[in-house]
């Protein structure tokens, strides 16, 4: 009999032992971030996604091998392509002026991780905590919004170099680009073509090229965000895996 009760004494333990313990770990495993690891977790993320992308485009064909970023000319240049196409060697032509518009933005790629590193830099408490609990693309909207200028800055007098490089008939991309429009735009604004209802292009040719590679880089920044955000494979440091692991038991909780 004595021996039956000890044994049930020990076994009353034992479960309370067992719950006190799923208690602290539980409480282990929910310990509130602080703002520090807040502010550093997102920086350290900020930085590696950034990295990543700038790498990724920077390597020769990162832009021109890649269909989701690979730069084209405007629709308004269809004329121009069509046309040069119909001489002997043209539709080379037309592609070696998009490769060496490509060329000239990996170029460019390779100078962005600094620019992306020195806004990291400036992130504030309240940037930290809105980029964690703000949308999956967040992050890449704090670094658009800081450094859209600074880059484009970097990225058009490559591509400008680029478009302005005489080609067949010692004639740049860029004068024919000026040249088409212009005859167009006369067209469009005279009475007959208002009558039908033409519309002049006022497309700046290097402006437009310098904008899609500049989208080309934010869309890589936004993949790699996302995948630290959805992807604990992703998540390459401790401090990572804690900050985005916080917002994995938010949407488990939802």
């Not at 989701?68 to 004329?79: M, N, Q, S």
């Not at 000239?104 to 020195?118: I, M, S, T, W």
């Not at 005279?190 to 904008?211: E, I, Y």
Request: hydrophobic content about 45%; aromatic content about 8%; some cysteine.
């Amino acid at each position: 009999m004595k021996t039956r009760v000890l044994f049930f004494l020990i076994f009353l333990f034992f479960l309370t032992s067992c719950a006190e313990l799923a208690k602290v770990l539980q409480t282990a495993t929910n310990v509130p971030l602080t703002e520090t690891e807040v502010v550093s977790g997102l920086r350290e993320a900020l930085s590696t996604g950034a990295v990543n992308a700038a790498g990724l485009l920077s390597k020769t064909d990162g832009y021109y091998g890649d269909e989701l970023v690979k730069i084209f000319l405007p629709d308004e240049a269809r004329v121009i392509v069509e046309n040069i196409s119909r001489i002997p060697g043209g539709d080379k032509l037309v592609e070696d002026i998009i490769l060496r518009i490509n060329r000239a933005a990996e170029d460019a790629a390779r100078e962005v991780a600094p620019v992306f590193v020195n806004s990291i830099k400036q992130m504030t408490i309240r940037d930290a905590f809105g980029i964690l609990n703000g949308a999956d693309n967040a992050a890449t909207n704090y670094l658009r919004g800081t450094t859209f200028d600074e880059l484009y800055a970097l990225y058009k007098p490559k591509i400008q170099a680029s478009t302005e490089k005489k080609i067949v008939g010692n004639i740049s991309t860029k004068e024919s680009w000026n040249s088409l429009t212009s005859k167009w735009n006369s067209i469009a604004n005279s009475v007959a073509g208002k009558l039908a209802g033409l519309n002049p292009v006022n497309t700046d040719l290097d402006d437009f090229l310098t904008g899609k590679a500049l989208s080309g880089m934010f869309l890589k920044v936004e993949t790699e965000e996302l995948k630290i955000r959805k992807e604990v494979n992703a998540r390459v440091t401790p401090l990572l895996q804690k900050v985005f692991g916080s917002l994995d038991s938010k949407t488990a909780t939802y």
